[in-house]
């Protein structure tokens, strides 16, 4: 099963309502798991994905191939029908944090309105059948897989800015390049405007990021290498 969606939708209530009808409509025709992927690339994608509680499953390399003839790597996702309660109550607390916000397709499936399935095992109202802690553990293991994502995505980052340090250094180029990180903070300032979230704090995890970037060119020019402290 595949969605494209325009940009306009991402982070608003037109995703979340389509992720939760899409995957509603799998497991109600007793689909057992369903696979997520994305672009090994999109950071962006990535956190969004886990952050609806699908585990990770890895990279594919070489996946599916691009316009320009190369191969896309992709990260793998994947929610099973034993996930399906936690999703739920995840996907329906984005929907309430947007309040009357308006959503463009809605309706009440099936699954919303009849009785628990004892094949699937997912309930009639979440807010109704899961406990607190259950919706707790829920809540966390779904931030779990979040910061597992970004730590995965920091590292592979980090990969290609040492590969442009050592492109800088070998070509005589300097280790800070203004103009690009301006570029960079003004696009992820407008992201996060985007995606609801202080642009300022964006700003602030980008300017930390940057920072260590230019500290590893640093060190890649004067010593050809990345100096690493073991936990």
């Known amino acids: 099963m595949r969605a494209d969606t325009a940009a306009e939708p ?79 109550a995840v996907l329906e607390a984005k929907l309430e944090r947007y309040g009357d916000r308006a959503v463009l397709f809605r309706i009440r499936p099936a699954w919303r309105d009849t009785v628990s399935s004892p094949h699937h095992g ?52 300097p280790a800070a390049d203004p103009g690009r990180e301006l570029e960079q903070i003004t696009k992820l300032k407008a992201l996060a405007s985007e995606s609801h979230l202080d642009p300022a704090f964006g700003e602030k995890f980008l300017g930390f990021i940057i920072a260590e970037v230019i500290h590893q060119h640093e060190q890649i020019a004067s010593t050809g290498a990345i100096e690493t402290h073991p936990a």
Do not use: C
């Open 122 to 173: 997912y309930p009639q109202n979440m807010s109704d059948t899961v406990d607190p802690a259950a919706q707790l553990l829920s809540l966390r293991q779904s931030i779990d897989n979040v910061d597992a994502a970004l730590v995965h995505l920091l590292a592979e980052r980090f990969k290609f800015t040492q590969q442009v340090g050592r492109l800088k250094a070998s070509s005589g180029l």
């Open 10 to 88: 991402r982070a608003t209530a037109i995703n979340a309502e389509v992720t939760l009808l899409l995957l509603g409509f799998a497991f109600e025709h007793d689909f057992g798991r369903v696979k997520i992927q994305a672009d090994a690339l999109s950071e962006r994608s990535r956190a969004a994905i886990g952050g609806i509680g699908a585990t990770s499953e890895g990279i594919v390399r070489g996946d599916l191939p691009e316009a320009d003839g190369s191969w896309r790597d992709s990260a793998v996702f994947s929610t099973i029908v034993a996930d399906w309660p936690r999703v739920v």
